[in-house]
């Protein structure tokens, strides 16, 4: 990229359509990685892409049998020396929805802290559909029984040390 660039204030240009394509591909490479958060360093200086971290929290949801994680966002908290994850969330109703909804949460927090050492300070999950326990050929996550039942009750209960609470539910 530094050598097109000389290559264009000199003059020389090259193929300009080629180096115009290499421009868009590295700018939407880019915004593809979301915003970089903080990891959980002494030097508070290591950081990790958005998606990327995301990526490894919803396959910590879709761990926890019945629940499959329909997205992840995460977000700067504490001054920029947290992350807040609010998930969206598919279940099956084979449990009550406070139990799936913490071991989700219980899921993530430990992928957070244990494989990223992402310093996740709250996880908001809002169940947005329902499916069938053990789904059958042709259904699975996003095929449930109805439309959304709203937010998941809130924070851990007590007696699980080492948890932030979530937030919101």
Request: aromatic residues 2%; charged residues 20%.
């Amino acid at each position: 990229m530094d050598a097109a660039a000389r290559a264009v204030r000199t003059g020389h240009i090259l193929d300009l359509q080629a180096l115009t394509g290499r421009v868009i591909k590295i700018v939407k490479a880019e915004v593809r990685l979301g915003q970089l958060l903080p990891l959980d360093d002494p030097a508070r200086d290591l950081r990790i892409a958005e998606n990327v971290a995301a990526k490894v929290l919803r396959q910590a949801a879709d761990a926890v049998t019945g629940a499959w994680a329909a997205a992840c966002r995460l977000t700067p908290a504490n001054d920029g020396t947290g992350v807040r994850a609010t998930m969206r969330l598919i279940t099956a109703v084979d449990c009550p929805l406070p139990e799936r909804v913490h071991e989700v949460r219980r899921s993530v927090f430990h992928a957070a802290l244990h494989d990223l050492a992402l310093p996740l300070t709250a996880v908001d999950i809002t169940v947005t559909d329902i499916s069938e326990p053990e789904p059958g050929p042709g259904l699975g996550p996003g095929r449930g029984l109805g439309p959304a039942v709203g937010p998941a009750p809130g924070p851990e209960p007590p007696g699980h040390p080492g948890l932030p609470t979530g937030g919101g539910a």
